[in-house]
């Protein structure tokens, strides 16, 4: 029998998802349920595989944690079934496409302001310019946390994603800065105390209750964490990693430029930036019994990490995967970037909304954008999510 390759991989190591690719597609066809000795966890590598997981939270939950050998938090990410439906629904409202109808407006205002900060400039960092600020602002209004802290809820987002790679990464660092997270979150919710109008989501948070009873302290603190990283990394992400690649298309940009005002054209672009990048790497479930999978027994009590960007590399659902392609049909080619069943992401709609906004207002700002000559075009190095720490652009504005 063949020896299978990448045995004895740490896939909880930040630089073992640097340049996958090939690793995936190896294991996706080779070896699609795996075990990392290194963390004992699984890994699932297929579509279908990822899909049948997140579909069947009776065998695979996720109340025992979605990182790997992490322990829950009471956040609705960490329940299922009657429990997660309700928490989820105390601020589901406040993400659904009416809502965004709502913010529509302001957000492409924003969009527009931080563009001509630098739209004479004839270059701009994706990352720092545009790509993380925007998402940190939007949220950080909707949270109700004043402009003069947004920049502040950056710094402790960057600092608490490395935490979510496994234990060993939970560093003095992480916890530092959840601990000024905290006293900021004990600060918030005294100013609203007395405030009984479900004005921001914390108030909602705050007032809301599930059958009689309001969240607990510990939940309030967890769900807001939980907005706050979710709603500034995978935008973020989405935006920097789908504008490098159309810096490196410029017959895909000249195609959206020519089709800016065409709906279906731009959604299409948007779902494929977003299957591209896929920006976060993985989620985890527990067996709640012992399963057998791919002719692997995975036992009860152990995790198992659906590892969404192979899954959106799959061939058996996309067709040529590798090619980045703003044409791509997403309603054939359905990716999975926002994850699927329960727990598909809560923000998605928000996500889309941000990206349209950037992406037609840069479509409509710059007649052409491309990769800087010997500027920076550096990934994010993590096991946890998929993005850029950089990414320098250069542009010729539109006539």
């Known amino acids: 029998m063949t020896e299978l390759k990448y045995r004895g991989v740490d896939m909880c190591a930040p630089e073992?998802?640097?340049?996958?690719?090939?690793?995936?597609d190896y294991l996706r066809e080779n070896d699609p349920v795996y075990w990392d000795e290194h963390n004992e966890v699984w890994y699932a590598f297929r579509y279908d595989d990822i899909v049948d997981i997140a579909r069947d939270p009776a065998t695979w939950c996720s109340t025992e944690g979605n990182r790997p050998n992490l322990p829950p938090d009471p956040s609705m990410i960490h329940q299922d079934g009657e429990a997660h439906t309700k928490q989820?629904?105390?601020v589901s409202k406040g993400f659904t496409p009416r809502a965004m109808r709502e913010i529509d407006e302001h957000c492409y205002e924003i969009v527009g302001e931080l563009v001509a900060a630098f739209k004479d400039k004839g270059e701009f960092d994706i990352v720092e310019d545009l790509a993380a600020l925007l998402p940190i602002r939007i949220i950080g209004e909707m949270l109700g946390v004043p402009a003069e802290k947004h920049e502040t809820m950056r710094r402790w987002v960057q600092t608490f994603v490395p935490g979510g790679m496994g234990p060993q990464y939970v560093t003095d660092e992480v916890n530092d800065a959840f601990g000024e997270f905290c006293v900021h979150h004990e600060e918030m919710?005294?100013?609203r105390e007395d405030n009984p109008e479900d004005s921001d989501l914390l108030l909602r948070w705050m007032h809301a209750e599930i059958d009689g009873q309001k969240l607990e302290e510990e939940q309030l603190l967890f769900e807001h964490a939980l907005l706050l990283v979710g709603g500034a990394e995978t935008t973020r992400n989405?935006?920097?990693g789908g504008m490098v690649m159309l810096a490196q298309n410029p017959d895909q940009w000249a195609y959206l430029r020519a089709n800016v005002d065409d709906e279906k054209v731009i959604a299409y672009a948007i779902e494929e930036m977003v299957r591209w990048v896929t920006p976060f790497n993985n989620m985890f479930?527990?067996?709640t019994?012992?399963?057998?999978?791919?002719?692997?027994t995975i036992k009860e009590g152990q995790m198992i990490a659906m590892q969404y960007p192979s899954a959106n590399r799959d061939p058996s659902v996309f067709k040529d995967p590798y090619k980045f392609d703003v044409k791509r049909d997403p309603k054939e080619e359905?990716?999975?970037?926002?994850?699927?069943?329960?727990?598909f992401c809560l923000g998605s709609n928000l996500a889309r909304l941000e990206l349209r906004a950037t992406l037609t207002t840069l479509l409509r700002t710059f007649e052409t954008v491309s990769l800087k000559p010997?500027?920076?075009n550096e990934i994010l190095s993590s096991s946890f999510v998929r993005g850029h720490m950089h990414g320098d652009l250069v542009f010729t504005l539109a006539k």
């Open 285 to 287: 479930r527990t067996a």
């Open 289 to 296: 019994r012992d399963v057998e999978l791919r002719g692997k």
């Open 88 to 90: 989820r629904g105390l």
């Open 334 to 343: 359905k990716h999975i970037a926002f994850g699927f069943g329960s727990h």
């Open 189 to 191: 919710i005294a100013e």
């Open 238 to 240: 989405a935006i920097a």
């Open 374 to 376: 010997g500027g920076r």
């Open 16 to 24: 073992t998802h640097d340049d996958p690719w090939e690793m995936y």
